[in-house]
């Protein structure tokens, strides 16, 4: 069993949710250098303004140019949510 913290938060109108695997953050370069969760909330807020589907293009792309085609030894996987007003 893996230890977990339940929690609650209430979200309003133009709150974005990132959820993500440690595969995206930990993409590794030529180096072994990991992208990391700094450049991941870099790209995140840089990309703020841009719908989810095109966000989550954005953030994939800049981790995929980090690691160069260096192998992976992880997924990637990324959900983006954002609340937005009832018409």
Known sequence: MWPYEQGETQLHVGDTVLAFTDGLTETMNAANEEWG??????????????????????IISEADHFAAGAKQHDDMTVVILRVEEQP
């Open 37 to 58: 969760e700094e450049r991941l909330i870099k790209s995140f807020r840089e990309s703020s303004s841009l719908h989810s589907g095109r966000m989550m293009d954005k």
